[in-house]
């Protein structure tokens, strides 16, 4: 039995009540002859379909909104209206000893005004004070390792991250993760999760096979104990596209995007929003080589170019090797010649090593 039907039972009940004991006053009183049993229907009637319009829609709507809302913007604005009742409470005692009216509205005025400029004040500086509190917990007061491991947990718990719909799919984000080197809390909006839902029930069976992949990972995440993951029906007004709605939430929530998108990065840094971008992190920890460096490698295929092999190392990079073309199927010594450094990743030429 839901909530709202309990409520639909309960107006129903009250109003019939109300609607008969109307009937019986306008009887006694004007005597005018009203069908009693008339009246009681008619409130039953309109108590069963208004009753969830005035108690469990309403409170519906407005925990929505609430949803929405980051948790730092809430305790923000919870605080700035408790600070203004405060000084509120504080100066109504002297405006109420003003003369005349005034003394009488101006405690009334004062309060809503010091609760506004209170909410309004600190949203403004929401960033400032979770900044300042972190600072605060993080800091060990006493010099006992207790308190700078409580601090540690609240400057991590503190952190929000925004996952994009590409890094979900990736699914590289789930062993990064899970090594720790994401501290923080890995929020996922509604509308990621949608645009998410929507690739997995794609027509195209490769970003079908993506999207369920996608919804795997989150999966992962979620089971995973050591890795913080919330989703959130946070949502941008007035924006449809789902980078531009992340962009807006990381300068709004002043927290990080993670993704492997290349536009998205390129649009969120021009925009002043920082962006952690996991195929920079996968080229920061691939092997470093330098020019001259021998190493044994499989080459797997032709090149481009002619006479051109090309194989890769065991994080991925891949080699071109000139002349290696008929070293196809086995493995080599190779030199490295040059070492170019894409967009798309780390390149590593060669040629086939004359060393014995």
Known sequence: MSIEFIFRLIGMTVLAVLGGYAGVEIEEFNGMQLSVPLLVLTG????LILTPYVTTRPMRTFRSLLGRIAAETLFAGLVG???GLIVAALLSSPLSMLPGL?????????VLLFAYLGVALFLMRQGDIMGMLSAVFSRNGNGGQENGSNGANWSKMNRTILLDTSVIIDGRIADIARTGFLPGTLLIPRFVLNELQYVADSPDGLRRQRGRRGMDVLATLQKDPNVMVRISDIDVDGVREVDSKLVVLGKQLKCPVLTNDFNLNKVAELQGVTVLNINDLANAVKSVVLPGEIMHINIIQEGKERDQGVGYMEDGTMVVVENGREEIGEYADVSVTKVLQTAAGRMIFARISTID
């Open 81 to 83: 209206l408790v600070s």
């Open 44 to 47: 039953a009637l309109v108590g």
């Open 102 to 110: 005034i003394g009488n509205i101006a405690p009334f005025l004062g």
